[in-house]
């Protein structure tokens, strides 16, 4: 029995969608619970489109998420040579034939098929024709000899048994006039040579696995297995495009989703194991299966994004958490101070509360990295005398106490109250606005001890005076 090899292959056209993401991870998860092997091939024949930027971003996007490939990065546009041979042996053997249909008439053929409002197949003009009626000075396609009659039958490890008229596959090209291999050639010839016994990817895929399975068995190779995963959609039910919202890692590691959760998040999204909904790496590993992948599409859902980005914020070791948020923070905010990152290391354990992203734990934090308070202008405004006069007083009595502890701060808020007629939110809410800038923000307590004697004294004197 062949060893398990998986592939993910995306174009280097433009940055890596969410959907490309989530099949990969499934190609990884496959492979590793198999004891297999997983490619990355990059199939970057279009040569117009491909750029190394989408590259690099397709490449850095998945070790992000934690799905690394075995081996070097397959480069398809290094084995054209290959293609070309394997379309020149299916000339030979009678497979395939030299179309010499010119773009005007294959235009015409195509209006014609939309006019009646039938999909367009190829009138297969050149399949029976002798090269002696060739036209001259004409470059032609090569395009492949589909069957006929009968049916091909699809036995989909996800969608179960599909079958098709032959006749609907159309004798599609699978060389250019210019010479260049098409995708449904090169794809069948990379998976051959790479020895892929299955192929997971898209349900939107499926028409082209009938046109190679066709080159496959013309080949006399054996057929390796199909698997096609149900398309991500939008929460409005349309397909998601690049072109979306929160469509690419980008966007979510911008806002502070971490890697563990959104891997989670997809492998959840259109898969089920039991009801467990947490997985780390070994888990997913061990429990991923191609049994639990629904039929229908998935709805991209943000809400529970977050929500599953919350509960690793809560649950993940702190350290671990704060490693994390210092290296969002140089990558998108500003990097962490060295003399601040111990402050804020132990300060995480409220500075997380209720935080759903990384920007979230950095908007509470930005109290203590910030050594200039920016003030929220609308809340300065409730900074009226009465406020002025409970921040005097709670500076007096903090000049009484030699360490911050909650329990000898609790006295002095308390007798706050009494003494000026108010509440808690009317001693708290000023003393939070004059230390932090704004009127939200962490505990009054936590904020106070977080900062020390020092910098509190210093923040409440630029208020007073």
């Not at 993401?21 to 489109?49: C, H, M, P, Q």
């Not at 007083?393 to 009484?400: A, P, Q, V």
């Amino acid at each position: 029995m062949k060893k398990v090899a998986t592939r993910f292959a995306p174009s280097p056209t433009g940055p890596l969608h969410i959907g490309g993401v989530r099949t990969a991870l499934f190609n990884w998860l496959y492979s590793k619970n198999k004891s297999g092997t997983f490619y990355l091939r990059i199939e970057d024949t279009d040569k117009e489109r491909s750029k190394d930027e989408y590259k690099d971003q397709i490449i850095n996007s998945l070790k992000w998420i934690g799905v690394e490939n075995d081996g070097d990065e397959y480069i398809q546009s290094k084995k054209i040579n290959d293609h070309i041979n394997i379309a020149k042996e299916l000339l030979k053997n009678g497979h395939a034939y030299k179309c010499y249909c010119s773009n005007e008439e294959i235009e015409e053929q195509k209006k014609r098929a939309k006019q009646k409002k039938v999909p367009y197949i190829y009138d297969r003009k050149w399949r029976d024709k002798s090269e002696a009626e060739a036209p001259i000075n004409v470059k032609p396609t090569i395009r492949f000899k589909s069957k006929i009659d009968g049916t091909s039958l699809l036995k989909d490890l996800v969608q179960g048994d599909v079958e098709i008229e032959n006749n609907t596959i159309e004798d599609f090209i699978i060389l250019r006039n210019d010479g260049t291999p098409t995708y449904n050639l090169s794809a069948s010839v990379d998976d051959y040579q790479m020895n892929i016994t299955h192929i997971i990817r898209g349900d939107d895929h499926k028409i082209n696995t009938f046109k190679q399975m066709q080159i496959y068995l013309a080949m006399k190779w054996d057929l390796p297995t199909f698997a096609h995963i149900p398309l991500i959609h939008t929460a409005e039910g349309k397909k998601l495009s690049k072109r979306d919202k929160a469509s690419t890692l980008d966007d979510y590691s911008t806002i502070g989703i971490m890697p563990e959760a959104l891997r989670n998040y997809l492998l959840r999204l259109g898969w089920s194991y039991k009801d467990k909904e947490i997985f780390n790496k070994e888990e997913s590993i061990k429990y991923f299966n191609l049994e639990g992948i629904g039929k229908s599409p998935s709805k991209l859902d943000m809400s529970r994004i977050l929500s599953m980005n919350e509960h690793y914020i809560k649950n993940m070791d702190e350290n671990d958490l704060y490693d994390q948020l210092s290296a969002y923070c140089e990558n998108y905010k500003h990097k962490i101070p060295n003399e601040k990152s111990e402050i804020i290391k132990n300060s995480l354990r409220f500075l997380k509360n209720k935080a759903k992203t990384l920007e979230d734990i950095y908007n509470n934090s930005k109290y203590i990295i910030n050594d200039v308070i920016n003030f929220n202008q609308e809340d300065l405004k409730l900074i009226d005398d009465n406020a002025k006069r409970i921040i005097s007083e709670f500076s007096n009595n903090i000049n009484k106490i030699d360490e911050f502890k909650r329990d000898n701060l609790e006295p002095i808020i308390e007798n706050l109250i009494k003494s000026n007629n108010t509440n808690f939110k009317g001693v708290g809410q000023p003393l939070r606005i004059v230390l932090t800038g704004s009127k939200f923000g962490p505990g009054i307590y936590d904020i106070i001890i977080s900062l020390g004697k020092d910098e509190v004294q210093k923040r409440l004197s630029v208020q007073i005076s």
